[in-house]
């Protein structure tokens, strides 16, 4: 579990971590990582998140479906620079068979820096029809019962 | 003046556009663009309204001073795809000396429908102290009277 | 037509231009455009060209014809940076109905500065085979009647 | 060391990998990864050697000195998808105090088919002056003793 500078924890039990180290062409001429970065970052997170369910997103995809991001919203508390490893931790507060909400916490690994922070909201979509369906019966089993393993803790 | 489909303005006078075509690498796999992309598009709404005013971000940077992201939204109504013409138009909502807030929305040109919605939130911060500074009194000045002329109509 | 500064033209008649203007988030944190931007630019150039054939790329894809890259070559002569007119000159070298080479001259506009060169070798696929297939007729004649005009003159 | 179907090594001894998986962002609309993600790959691998000789890049900027690209080459082999699992394996094959040269091979693990092979150039241009420079000494050291063990291999 990450622990902020003053000790206090900067996630909790619960949530899952994508880990990567920044890179040089995730920056930008203001000398830090660019704001819509951290976008595939939270998608970094929502990967590792899946395939720690056992049933990763790849395979929803593979059963016709895509979970089409609605509505993003990040908040930026101190930037990242080259090289820094970062974790992206993860978790979902609402799986529904219509709609799905994941949580981010952006840390620094080298101090535990708090980085971002942020939420996406996703509808299950056809693939083919491009409309809105109901997730597959076994991702949503799957998705909820880490969501309340998580949540537990 | 944009018109959305029914007939009804998609955004009011006061706006100012950025228009481009959606490039290949800014969709993904799911056969659209990539939610991700819509912020550096955010960006280009930016850009524009500031060279509109006289005086551009670029000049903003060589003043020393960065406007940096502290908070991004984004609301997703259609996808884009691929060679579409796009149109973001930005407005300013508030401009203070320590804070701005932009305001988006990117229609697809071909047939006025809204695809998304958004804001993002800025604080200027000197580029060699990396500490929050005043927003420099010509561009505070030039662009308050920009937003208020776009208030007006 | 584009003249480098000594007076000597940077691209000669025959060549197609994309416009656009540097954005931000292409830059890195060596304060110039970073060099994988180069390679979504290239692909506007062939997009632009493209859609003066009168037989688009997005038509292609739409055919089930993929132009898949399979060759990519970049030189960088000079830095661009945020903000500055970029003009992406193309033309197409080689087409043959299973190979295409397009070659590329990226130009600042305030200056007629070359900054990169490149070219790009691509084979058509089809898209649900993922196969190598045959560029249509009607794509074959129409570009390479534009590659004979862009040769004549 | 990896291994190719065929059972012939898709590289020797004295080459360094960066791993990583494919993120969703990276992809495009023909459903594979997009050539210019495969410039940040090779970056990467450009990285993950820096640090591996104990002087990585980001000490190089820190002593004034940056890298830049004049030259990419690269050659795709085989569409790389989401969520695959990817080696970039790097080494130097020049070292001078005025350019370098490094060579990459991007294998897929899961079945360590060869993807893309390339070559990046660079020359070492001052920060602040923006001129080409000399690689400082202990860069240039190290980097040929890396070179060095890597060729013996």
Same mark, same amino acid.
């Given at each position: 579990?990450?622990?902020?500078?003053?000790?206090?924890?900067?996630?909790?039990?619960?949530?899952?971590?994508?880990?990567?180290?920044?890179?040089?062409?995730?920056?930008?001429?203001?000398?830090?990582?660019?704001?819509?970065?951290?976008?595939?970052?939270?998608?970094?997170?929502?990967?590792? +998140?899946?395939?720690?369910?056992? +049933?990763?997103?790849?395979?929803?995809?593979?059963?016709?479906?895509?979970?089409?991001?609605?509505?993003?919203?990040? !908040?930026?508390?101190?930037?990242? !620079?080259?090289?820094? !490893?970062?974790?992206?931790?993860?978790?979902?507060?609402?799986?529904?068979?219509?709609?799905?909400?994941?949580?981010?916490?952006?840390?620094?690994?080298?101090?535990?820096? +708090?980085?971002?922070?942020?939420?996406?909201?996703?509808?299950?979509?056809?693939?083919?029809?491009?409309?809105?369906?109901? +997730?597959?019966?076994?991702?949503?089993?799957?998705?909820?019962?880490?969501?309340?393993?998580?949540?537990?803790?």
């Amino acid at each position: 579990m990450a622990e902020a500078k003053g000790g206090a924890p900067v996630v909790r039990e619960g949530w899952c971590a994508a880990r990567f180290r920044v890179r040089y062409a995730e920056t930008d001429a203001g000398g830090v990582v660019h704001h819509s970065a951290y976008l595939p970052w939270f998608e970094e997170g929502r990967s590792e +998140l899946g395939r720690r369910t056992g +049933l990763p997103y790849r395979e929803l995809e593979a059963a016709g479906v895509l979970l089409v991001v609605v509505r993003a919203r990040a !908040r930026y508390h101190a930037p990242a !620079r080259y090289d820094e !490893r970062i974790a992206v931790w993860t978790r979902m507060t609402e799986v529904r068979s219509r709609r799905c909400i994941f949580e981010y916490r952006v840390v620094r690994e080298d101090d535990n820096r +708090l980085l971002a922070t942020g939420t996406t909201e996703h509808v299950p979509v056809g693939r083919d029809s491009g409309r809105p369906t109901r +997730l597959p019966a076994p991702f949503l089993d799957s998705w909820q019962a880490s969501m309340r393993r998580a949540m537990e803790k």
